[in-house]
């Protein structure tokens, strides 16, 4: 069975430094992994994802996060956070095969950028 | 165009209440799902529509709860006999098609109804 563990259910770091935002996951058979955001009263946003062609991800907003297979982890970064940053943040896997289709997320990151 | 759309976006409700859910996906998008957002938690599978019918209903906690897709694009999910636990966001996703990581396969979410069981 898959599942996802985002260490840190909260994040705070400041305007302009450094977003490391960590997910760990488990899976019986090569993932598909996802991040996703959610900004207030809004429904979640896929910012990247991977696919298995590189396992550095470039995805929306400046955001970045690699696949390292022997760490099972698939850390979500930025390099210099804004206020619009500010946001929850999830990680998902996703195990294809016959019908099973469905996302399974971590609990969450909730980040905070402070001024 | 428009996103996915999903009412009410709040509904209240006492405890042994029948209550309906509307999920209205993106034109065209043939794979629908539901999950369920409780407080402090990512969201969970519920159920996945491909056209018409239920492919997958593995998530559904119980017997109380059931989703309609009749005509392969608006659903309902369904919740019998509701029970303060089952308090939570629920959110709607739909997709061109269910699998691949083609951009057409990128599920797309809706802004979710939050449900209070009382």
């Known amino acids: 069975a898959q599942s996802v563990t985002q260490l840190g259910s909260h994040v705070s770091v400041s305007e302009g430094a450094l977003v490391l935002l960590r997910c760990n996951y488990s899976?019986?058979?090569?993932?598909?992994l996802f991040w996703y955001v959610q900004y207030p009263n809004q429904g979640l946003q896929l910012l990247l994802k991977?696919?298995?062609?590189?396992?550095l991800v470039k995805g929306i907003n400046g955001f970045e996060a690699e696949f390292k297979k022997s760490e099972t982890s698939f850390h979500l970064t930025k390099p210099s956070a804004h206020m619009s940053d500010a946001a929850e943040y999830f990680c998902?896997?996703?195990?294809?095969?016959?019908?099973?289709?469905?996302?399974?997320f971590g609990k969450g990151t909730l980040l905070t950028v402070n001024p | 165009g428009a996103g996915v759309s999903q009412t009410p976006s709040n509904k209240v409700t006492e405890k042994g209440k029948y209550v309906e859910l509307r999920c209205d996906p993106i034109?065209?998008?043939?794979?629908l799902y539901w999950y369920r957002q409780s407080l402090g938690q990512g969201p969970e599978f519920l159920i996945y529509?491909?056209?018409?019918?239920?492919?997958?209903d593995s998530g559904l906690p119980n017997d109380r709860f059931f989703a309609v897709r009749p005509e392969g694009s608006v659903s309902t999910l369904k919740i019998q006999r509701t029970e303060r636990g089952d308090s939570a966001v629920y959110l709607c996703?739909?997709?061109?098609?269910?699998?691949?990581?083609?951009?057409?396969?990128?599920?797309?979410f809706g802004p979710g109804t939050r449900l209070t069981v009382l």
């Open positions: 996703a739909s997709s061109l098609r269910a699998g691949g990581l083609l951009k057409s396969h990128e599920q797309f």
């Open positions: 529509f491909q056209g018409t019918g239920a492919a997958d």
């Open positions: 899976s019986s058979v090569p993932p598909y």
């Open positions: 998902a896997v996703r195990e294809d095969g016959g019908s099973n289709y469905k996302l399974t």
């Open positions: 034109s065209g998008h043939t794979a």
């Open positions: 991977y696919t298995s062609a590189a396992t």
